[in-house]
């Protein structure tokens, strides 16, 4: 089974992009549609640079 956002180097560990702000299995978190690209997961022709193309990001949920 393949994770679009597992990294190489660990199958286990998610890779995170640049608009993560933790990892999904951090408990207080989950997936958010990027605000940059809107969940296309492109900017332009290029790959957006915030959820490195999938279109998602992993945020924080609520708060204290």
Do not use: Y
């Not at 199958?11 to 408990?27: C, I, R, S, V, Y």
């Not at 492109?42 to 193309?53: V, Y």
Request: glycine letters at 18%.
């Amino acid at each position: 089974m393949s994770d679009q956002r597992s990294g190489d180097d660990h199958p286990h560990k998610p890779k995170l992009n640049p608009g993560d702000q933790a990892d999904l299995e951090t408990p207080g978190a989950g997936e958010n549609v990027c605000r940059e690209c809107k969940g296309t997961g492109k900017l332009g022709d290029k790959e957006c640079p915030i959820c490195g193309g999938t279109g998602i990001v992993i945020e924080e949920i609520g708060g204290a």
